[in-house]
Nanobody, 112 residues
C-alpha cells in the first residue's frame, strides 16, 4: 500500500530555515506528481507546493512563493521541501501528498 513518511520538522525562529523530507513506497514514485500540503492550527488543509513526476514543473502557493523550494530525488524515492525565510504564519503540520494518500505529517513551528 502507499506509504509516505515525512521528517525534518521542528522549532525554528522567524527567518530561519528547515528542510522537510518525505520517503515514499508502495507506488511508482517516478511516475507520480507530488504535493506538499499543510494544516495550521484551527484551519483547513492548504496546498503549498507541487512538482511533476519528472521534476520539470513546479508551482507554489502565493504565500510561500520565493521562500520555499520543492524538489525530488526519484532514485531515492524522496520528496523535499526547502523552507527559507520562515514566518510565524508558516506554523503548521506539513504533509506530503500523492493522490488521496497523505503521510502522518511533520510539525513545523516558527517562533517570532
Amino acid at each position: 500500500q502507499v506509504q509516505l513518511v515525512e521528517s525534518g520538522g521542528g522549532l525554528v525562529q522567524s527567518g530561519g530555515s528547515l528542510r522537510l523530507s518525505c520517503v515514499a513506497s508502495g507506488f511508482t514514485f517516478n511516475l507520480a506528481d507530488m504535493n506538499w500540503v499543510r494544516q495550521a492550527p484551527g484551519k483547513g488543509l492548504e496546498g503549498v507546493a507541487f512538482i511533476s513526476s519528472g521534476g520539470k514543473y513546479t508551482s507554489y502557493a502565493d504565500s510561500v512563493k520565493g521562500r520555499f523550494t520543492i524538489s525530488r530525488d526519484n532514485a531515492k524515492r524522496t520528496l523535499y521541501l526547502q523552507m527559507d525565510s520562515l514566518k510565524p504564519e508558516d506554523t503548521a503540520i506539513y504533509y506530503c501528498n500523492q493522490g488521496s494518500a497523505r503521510g502522518q505529517g511533520t510539525q513545523v513551528t516558527v517562533s517570532s
